[in-house]
């Protein structure tokens, strides 16, 4: 089993839609989550750290079920630029040994 | 402003060959990071770094060695190439590795084996 399984869709979405992605990680001591972003043949980037109480930016918002060990990021009124696919990243292991582990990934095509 | 730094960005071997990516950071972190990225499969993790002289394996590291002599370089090698290993590599860096530590990435290396 993979340590943090995303659906990788695609999800295609009219501009305007709110949308939601979950993913879900096996290891219990994990201790930090994030969502980054991928555009086409470019490097990953942070677009969001997920707390526990669960946060918000914008039209993005993330959360966190340490119980059910999820995490979702909500996607609201969909631009065209939200096309991109969205990885889930966990960190694993104590402070001096974690490491980032990601998700396969999900594909998001908002269409006009 | 440089950030992570990935050389070469294309690369292509013959089977057999050996070649070390290198990547460099200039935000002095202590945790650096080599992934492959493949279709379908996401980033994996080949080995990471949690300081200078340090290094461990990730969920994929056979047939690649790491070094990181320098706190600002993590070296990944290839000392004898497969197909297998062509892929698009990344290298990241994170302040630490927890407490909601944003890591950095290159611009990753293209790498085919044939």
């Known amino acids: 089993r993979k340590e943090v399984e995303q659906d990788p869709g695609p999800f295609n979405v009219p501009e305007g839609a709110t949308v939601a992605f979950n993913c879900t990680y096996s290891?219990?001591?994990?201790?930090?989550f994030f969502w980054y972003r991928q555009d086409c043949r470019k490097e990953p980037k942070l677009l969001m750290s997920v707390y526990s109480s669960g946060n918000e930016d914008g039209r993005f918002t993330a959360q966190l079920n340490r119980a059910s060990q999820y995490i979702s990021l909500l996607i609201r009124d969909s631009k065209l630029s939200d096309s991109a696919t969205y990885l889930c990243v966990v960190t694993i292991g104590s402070s001096n040994t974690g490491k980032l582990i990601f998700g396969q990934g999900t594909t998001l095509q908002v269409k006009p | 402003n440089a950030g992570v730094t990935q050389t070469p960005k294309f690369r292509v071997l013959k089977t057999g060959q050996s070649m070390t990516l290198l990547c460099a950071q200039d935000m002095n972190h202590e945790y650096m990071y080599w992934y492959r990225q493949d279709p379908g499969m996401g980033l994996r993790l080949i080995h990471y770094?949690?300081?200078?002289?340090?290094?461990a394996k990730g969920e994929v590291p056979d047939g690649y060695n790491v070094s990181r002599l320098k706190k600002q370089n993590f070296l990944l090698g290839l000392e004898s190439a497969a197909p297998s290993q062509t892929s698009v590599y990344f290298c990241?860096?994170?302040?630490?590795?927890?407490?909601?530590?944003?890591?950095?990435f290159g611009q990753g290396t293209r790498l085919t084996v044939v």
């Open positions: 990241a860096s994170s302040y630490s590795g927890t407490v909601n530590t944003e890591a950095f």
């Open positions: 290891n219990s001591a994990s201790q930090s």
């Open positions: 770094s949690v300081g200078e002289g340090t290094t």
